[in-house]
């Protein structure tokens, strides 16, 4: 039943839309924002991927476009989302798609890595909701393509991830380009300095709702850590997956080269997977995702591109092959298992150089990891030191040329 949606003041095309998926209950964002945006407040949500904030923007946007209908002037929108990466706006496009399926609404997503053309003939006579990455908009915008003014609301999704990607002029260029009366809607997994002052610059006077990811990460996922050698780490990785209970595995490595290199590694060993990451082209980012979700491919290796916004059903691990410089971004990474309500399993591996990123997500997690197998001795720790760039200090008591000359030429 969606009696709990209607509640909520969801109309009756949408809840059937929402009875289709199975939706019965709303998440806690959903619930905490859904009644403030039908009633036109600007909101400031900060929730990681996997708590429902689509759903929590999407269903009001969609029926306060639908009731009345406006026409929508030729390459223009009422609505305009901006996400930050192309998986994340096609995943957006799709939702809207699903819970608008009953509104007649028209929708349209805007992105780099194909062609601008199918993305021009969709905007020629105008669109209800614009999903779009920022490159991609800007550049329609300044071709003339698309126009911003008739935008009544706006969504502003991964704002944290944004920035971190560097697109936070291109942001500020399309707020300036949208009418000054507006409904606007922030999201942001955390809350650093420089998001916090752009949501003062767009919001006004916003509701302020928060999920803390700290609930999600402790409740529902089990996290354990093999403290394991840099070089072993593709044969562990092998050995895990022998155990059929791997059903459904993402691997996190830090750069696109390690990824192709994990998959390659993979792919002799036997195991289907597919690699994804920026330098692949966006067909063929689409093509591995869609055989992940048909479970053709048994493992996805990704860069952090696909820590946020991939939304896969019933992911049965993660594992971090390599653990991510910033503590957040394992929770992110992590939170693509244990979504809608089940269970999951998050395995790192952190070699001697990795010891002081998993103390930072432990900080941050407030849990300490589930050690498997041996864990590492006072040794280890100062070999630990020496990895990371810390010497021990004992080296340098013999200052000779003769050392530092030796030193240089091993280098």
């Keep these: ?10 109309s009756e095309p949408l809840c059937r839309a929402l009875a289709a998926e199975g939706y019965t209950h709303p998440t806690p964002i959903q619930t905490q924002s859904i009644q403030p ?5 600007d909101l400031l949500g900060i929730a990681q991927t996997g708590t429902g904030k689509t759903a929590a923007f999407a269903l009001p946007i969609l029926q306060k476009l639908g009731k009345p209908q406006y026409s929508v002037a030729p390459r223009s929108a009422h609505a305009l989302v901006l996400a ?3 998986e994340l706006a096609l995943q957006i496009c799709e939702s809207f798609a699903t819970y608008g399926r009953h ?13 601008q053309s199918q993305q021009v003939k969709a905007m020629a006579r105008g669109v209800d909701v614009l999903i779009a990455t ?3 908009l800007l550049d329609l915008a300044q071709q003339g393509h698309i126009r911003l003014n008739e935008v009544k609301h706006f969504v502003l999704d991964e704002a944290d991830r944004m920035l971190d990607m560097g697109f936070i002029r291109d942001v500020r260029k399309i707020v300036a380009m949208l009418p ?6 922030l999201f942001s997994a955390t809350m650093p300095a420089d998001v916090a002052k752009l949501a003062a610059e767009m919001l006004h006077q916003p509701l302020r709702v928060e999920i803390t990811p700290e609930a999600v990460t402790v409740d529902k996922i089990e996290q354990r850590v093999h403290f394991v050698e840099t070089a072993e780490k593709r044969g562990l990785l092998t050995s895990l997956l022998k155990d059929p209970a791997l059903s459904r595995v993402i691997v996190f490595t830090r750069t696109k080269h390690h990824a192709n ?3 390659e590694h993979l792919q002799r060993a036997g195991i289907s997977n597919d690699a994804l990451h920026g330098n692949k082209s966006q067909n063929a980012r689409q093509r591995a995702l869609e055989r992940f979700r048909s479970g053709h491919a048994r493992v996805l290796v990704a ?4 820590a946020r916004g991939i939304d896969v059903d019933d992911v049965s691990h993660v594992i971090n092959f390599e653990l991510p410089h910033e503590p957040e971004s394992y929770v992110h990474r992590i939170g693509r298992t244990a979504r809608a309500g089940n269970a999951g399993v998050a395995v790192a591996f952190c070699d001697a150089s990795e010891r002081q990123l998993l103390r930072g997500i432990e900080r941050l997690t407030k849990r300490p990891l589930t050690v498997i197998g041996a864990r590492p001795t006072e040794a280890d720790s100062q070999e630990a030191k020496r990895a990371a760039g810390r010497p021990d200090p004992s080296v340098y008591q013999r200052k000779r040329p003769r050392y530092r000359g030796r030193a240089r030429r091993a280098a």
């Design 1 to 10: 039943m969606t009696d709990m949606f209607a509640a909520l003041g969801i």
């Design 37 to 41: 945006l039908l009633e036109g407040h």
């Design 84 to 86: 930050p990466t192309r």
């Design 103 to 115: 509104t007649g609404l028209r929708h349209a997503a805007v992105l780099g890595g194909v062609s």
């Design 134 to 136: 920022p490159g991609r």
């Design 180 to 185: 000054k009366k507006r409904q606007s809607l």
């Design 261 to 263: 290199r994990v998959s």
């Design 303 to 306: 860069t952090d591109i696909a």
